[in-house]
């Protein structure tokens, strides 16, 4: 690159990772985790995150050795320059698997919930569009936007809160009674609700600050996405109950079309608003980790570049987004399969082919 | 910037009109975007709060008392960090 990127700050770190963590799951994981996990839903969304936050401790220790690349140029330290190119090339597909997975998934509720006779390829060229606006830029400006952006939370966890008085505990009271597997099954639906945290791959060597407090950072962020979901399965399972959880595919708008407050009648438009916000802070970051993937690719050419490239290709890809249920199930559970591939086995094993051979951040290329 | 603001009432409008709240979303984020993006002298626009630093917040929205503000605001890149002495206390023997 020809001029270098300039860094983020602690706070915006820990911003960053929550922000890109929060977006899609908020309005269907109850849905996906109820019929995986019963009324033990909201123990699955506590042991997923727990799951995350060992994940999140492994990029730390992979970040720790080599302080200041990310991770492209590690993939070149420790398996050298043929197997990188390869494996730079998959880590740039698999991003833009999730991104396009998250487009699909917004669209799609747009689609149903809000606009349902307006074209779903329009309300996609607008997402893609403004988020590509945010996205060519330097990471700071993604930094400064997301930070607004999570004022926007405060309004979401308020909304969600004023319903808490409605709930009935009743309804989740057998507590373990679906059992250790299904929790566990529960908690493999909830990981791609949890993803995001990857952008800790690139930006936790494009951060200031000392190792330790940027490990602290990370887990904190995860740590308030856990809280954040959990409070929302949880109220959202005791709010319907289990006899109604099990048709409705999206608990939390139904749950706000029912809540009225004196001067606003649809609170569930007010909820879908606010959370395009956080699909899109996903999204750009996703934008931006693929950019950054093709960048280290080709190096000549800019990232600005790239990220035109990348939006216009999901653009035309979304011509042909299916609408069916059990293509996007399946989408679903592919991207699920590939995070745990790109986020844990990938991460893992070069850090322990960094040990084998001995390599650090020190070493030359 | 009220001629600003009455000139972007209208795409903000259209929008409005084309696709409802969405469009109203849409429409805020691109100019908070914008504004995210702007940077003069090397500060940001939106400076205290988004590069947030809670310390500068002393001097933006309200303004603390005067003993609060010993500390200059980073934004500004100051040369020194604390300001010169106070001349609204009683001078200090050194």
Known sequence: ?365 | MSGAVRLLRFPMMLAASALGFVGIVFGLMVLFLHLCKLESFGTAYFAPVAPFRWQDLKDSVVRMPIWKLNKRPLDAHPVKERQQSLSRTWKKRE
């Open chain 1, 1 to 365: 690159m020809s001029n270098p990127e300039k860094k983020i700050t602690r706070f915006q770190l820990f911003i960053m990772t929550l922000q890109s963590q929060i977006g899609i799951g908020v309005i269907s994981l109850p849905y996906y985790l109820f019929n995986a996990a019963g009324n033990d839903a909201w123990i699955s969304v506590i042991v997923a995150g727990i799951f995350v936050q060992i994940n999140i401790v492994l990029i730390w220790l992979l970040y720790r050795r080599f302080p200041n690349q990310s991770i492209f140029e590690v993939l070149e330290i420790t398996v050298g320059k043929y197997a990188a190119y390869c494996l730079k090339t998959a880590y740039s597909m698999y991003f833009f698997t999730i991104a396009t997975l998250i487009v699909l998934l917004f669209v799609r509720l747009v689609n149903i919930w809000i606009l349902p006779r307006t074209p779903m390829w329009l309300v996609t060229l607008i997402m893609i569009a403004v988020c590509v606006y945010g996205v060519i830029d330097h990471l700071r400006v993604m930094a400064r936007f997301f930070f607004l952006a999570s004022m926007m939370l405060f309004v979401l966890l308020f909304l969600i809160v004023t319903v808490a008085k409605d709930i009935n505990f009743l309804a989740v009271l057998p507590i373990g009674n679906s059992g250790i597997p299904a929790i566990l099954g529960g908690a493999h639906h909830a990981v791609i609700s949890f993803l995001g945290y990857e952008v800790l791959l690139v930006i936790l060597s494009k951060s200031l600050g000392g190792h330790a407090g940027k490990i602290k950072a990370a887990l904190l962020a995860n740590g308030i996405v856990t809280l954040f979901y959990t409070l929302l399965t949880f109220v959202s399972l005791a709010y319907l109950g289990p006899a109604v959880m099990r048709f409705v595919p999206e608990p939390v708008l139904y749950i706000m079309k029912y809540r009225t407050f004196h001067i606003i009648e649809r609170t569930d438009l007010l909820f879908f608003s606010i959370w395009i916000v956080c699909v899109g802070t996903s999204f750009m970051t996703f934008l931006y980790l693929t950019a950054n993937a093709l960048t280290s690719l080709l190096p000549q050419i800019r990232r600005p570049t790239f990220v035109y490239v990348i939006a216009s290709l999901l653009f035309m890809l979304s011509f042909f987004f299916p609408t069916d249920e059990n293509k996007v199930a399946l989408f679903n559970k592919i991207a699920t399969y590939l995070s745990y591939l790109f986020t844990i086995v990938l991460p893992g094993i070069l850090l322990f082919i960094a040990m084998a051979r001995g390599k650090s951040g020190d070493d030359p290329v």
